[in-house]
């Protein structure tokens, strides 16, 4: 078994109020200042997100991209993009980004913690890493939407740490006591 380099998985979500993250390709919703703190709160640390939801979106600057895929015919086109077919190796791949320092984020050399991996999305994804996150980064959408796709509930062993206001949204911040070992994945 391979022992995957010292990483605390962080999970960043929008939802709704029925746990809906996306439809049709896109979420059912528009908030800039969700956006502005999502991508400020991501920025500069390595992230880990599906194809699908990785095809839907702009890039994001100054982050490490690993895609998980099942298509181990994608390669890198970019220094700052990297596919990965299992999500051991995307872990692996993401905690070598962060322990580079290059993609620290405001980790880098704060203390003994590890460098924080944001995981992005989207379902599937989200279901995969959410038993081995420390924490969860969820803007709670004020609004009830159709969607197609969802994110898990959060069980008992998840406890809120603290919750942000903001118009149409709240940015509420769980932790998880006992997070799965990565070296389960």
Same mark, same amino acid.
């Given at each position: 078994?391979? %022992?995957?380099?010292?990483?605390?998985? +962080?999970?960043?979500?929008?939802? #709704?109020?029925?746990?809906?993250?996306?439809?049709?390709?896109? +979420? &059912?919703?528009?908030?800039?200042? #969700?956006?502005?703190?999502?991508?400020?709160?991501?920025?500069?640390? &390595?992230?880990?997100?599906?194809?699908?939801?990785?095809?839907? %979106?702009?890039?994001?600057?100054?982050?490490?991209?690993?895609?998980?895929?099942?298509?181990?015919?994608?390669?890198? #086109?970019?220094?700052?993009?990297?596919?990965?077919?299992?999500?051991?190796?995307?872990?692996?791949?993401?905690? *070598?980004?962060? @322990?580079?320092?290059?993609?620290?984020? #405001?980790? @880098?050399? @704060?203390?003994?913690?590890?460098?924080?991996?944001?995981?992005?999305?989207?379902? @599937?994804?989200?279901?995969?890493?959410?038993?081995?996150?420390?924490?969860?980064?969820?803007? =709670?959408?004020?609004?009830?939407?159709?969607?197609?796709?969802?994110?898990?509930?959060?069980?008992?062993?998840?406890?809120?740490?603290? *919750?942000?206001?903001?118009?149409?949204?709240?940015?509420?911040?769980?932790?998880?006591?006992?997070? =799965?070992?990565?070296?389960?994945?």
């Amino acid at each position: 078994m391979t %022992m995957i380099p010292d990483t605390e998985l +962080v999970l960043v979500v929008a939802a #709704d109020e029925n746990n809906v993250i996306g439809l049709d390709g896109g +979420v &059912p919703w528009h908030y800039p200042e #969700d956006v502005r703190q999502y991508k400020n709160r991501i920025a500069g640390h &390595p992230i880990i997100l599906g194809r699908r939801t990785f095809e839907s %979106m702009k890039p994001i600057p100054d982050c490490y991209t690993v895609v998980l895929t099942s298509d181990d015919r994608r390669s890198a #086109d970019s220094e700052t993009v990297e596919y990965a077919t299992t999500p051991q190796i995307a872990v692996e791949a993401a905690a *070598r980004a962060g @322990a580079s320092g290059a993609f620290a984020g #405001d980790s @880098a050399g @704060a203390d003994s913690s590890p460098p924080v991996t944001y995981v992005i999305g989207g379902e @599937a994804v989200y279901d995969l890493f959410l038993p081995f996150a420390g924490r969860v980064f969820l803007s =709670r959408i004020h609004e009830h939407n159709e969607g197609d796709r969802y994110f898990p509930d959060l069980g008992a062993e998840w406890t809120e740490l603290s *919750r942000e206001p903001h118009d149409g949204f709240d940015v509420i911040e769980y932790e998880q006591a006992s997070p =799965r070992p990565l070296d389960d994945l």
